[in-house]
């Protein structure tokens, strides 16, 4: 074993075992992170309903979700169409577009022990915009097919990112970004009319009537993969340590991959490839709470949520009245911060 895959992996370990200094995560703690978590995510919502190229006064946001939540209908006002027809889907799926990425890259970045492990930097949102161009192109009649052919695109681009990067002495972290970028080109040009949306990211459709089977299946995921959370902390440690402690290795790892590649696939078929999701938020919350998977997966979920919708935010006002893609306002966060990591491996 060469002296630099030596320190390469000597880099991994030293950066997990850091981030386990802060202990296990107790079911105190869970309830305390996530509560406030929730409750931030709750006046985010508000927030970004509020803001717009036409901002809707907080009181009349308030009634608005009163009104359709708890009854008391009414003749709709021009504010309550702009509060609940146009801005609320969209703002719905930025928070099913969050905790749906930032529990992919917790999967990833777990199973691989790379920290540069990320849906948008390995291709397979890439993958995923190529199926789901497919099924526009092939059965816009049918638009279930989209998160279907985007989940298939996620799932074939993770086996080729997956095999293209082993070697000898296992998954290296050169040849994990080198496979994903490899791959991320063969996605068709993005300067062709009408695929830049599949390239960018944009919740602007609002999930074009799908959000009930986005958030059903990013929900299903999210407990899958919460059911995982234990397994997952011995896979962190060592595939060996792990088998050794009874951990069905191999199953995991599928299961895993496979819940990557679903919630991937269902947020690239409604909102484009929206990058950096998985790769900002579990280093934040991982330096923040520690590394335990049963912290972890829900707290990324409640903070990816709020990183979209605030990305979001930014999208629509900064510019207003025109509208900037969710997917370059990540970029212009993540990228510096993929750097840095990449220096540091």
Not at 19 to 33: D, F, H, M, N
Not at 42 to 63: D, N, W
Not at 308 to 318: E, F, G, H, I, S
Not at 320 to 341: C, K, Q, T, W, Y
């Amino acid at each position: 074993m060469s002296r630099h895959h030596l320190a390469t992996v000597d880099s991994h370990r030293a950066f997990w075992r850091a981030l386990c200094e802060r202990g296990p995560a107790t079911p105190q703690k869970v309830a305390l992170v996530c509560g406030a978590l929730a409750l931030l995510l709750l006046l985010v919502t508000v927030f970004a309903l509020h803001l717009g190229s036409e901002p809707v006064p907080r009181e009349v946001v308030a009634e608005v979700l009163r009104t359709h939540l708890f009854g008391g209908a009414r003749e709709p006002t021009p504010s309550e169409i702009i509060v609940w027809r146009i801005r609320g889907p969209r703002v719905l799926l930025g928070l099913a577009a969050g905790a749906a990425l930032a529990i992919a890259g917790v999967l990833l970045q777990a199973l691989l022990r790379n920290p540069l492990a990320e849906p948008y930097v390995l291709g397979i949102s890439g993958g995923a915009a190529l199926g789901a161009i497919f099924a526009v192109m092939g059965f816009a009649e049918l638009p279930p097919m989209r998160p279907l052919l985007a989940f298939t695109g996620a799932a074939l681009t993770m086996a080729l990112v997956y095999a293209m990067s082993r070697g000898r002495t296992g998954i290296s972290t050169e040849r994990l970004v080198l496979a994903g970028l490899i791959l991320a080109t063969l996605v068709p040009n993005p300067h062709l009319r009408g695929l830049t949306f599949w390239m960018m990211g944009d919740l602007s459709g609002g999930g074009d009537g799908l959000l009930p089977l986005v958030f059903g299946i990013v929900l299903g995921a999210a407990i899958l993969a919460y059911g995982q959370a234990r397994r997952l902390n011995l896979l962190m440690v060592g595939e060996d340590d792990a088998r050794v402690l009874g951990v069905d290795v191999e199953r995991v790892k599928k299961m895993a991959y496979l819940l990557a590649s679903l919630l991937t696939g269902v947020i690239v078929s409604v909102a484009g490839a929206i990058g950096f999701v998985g790769l900002l938020v579990p280093h934040l919350v991982r330096l923040l709470w520690g590394s335990d998977n049963r912290l972890v997966i829900p707290a990324a979920a409640l903070s990816g949520a709020i990183l979209v919708v605030l990305a979001d935010a930014v999208a629509r006002t900064a510019l207003a009245p025109r509208e900037l893609p969710v997917g370059a306002v990540m970029a212009s966060l993540g990228a510096p911060f993929f750097i840095f990591l990449l220096r540091r491996a």
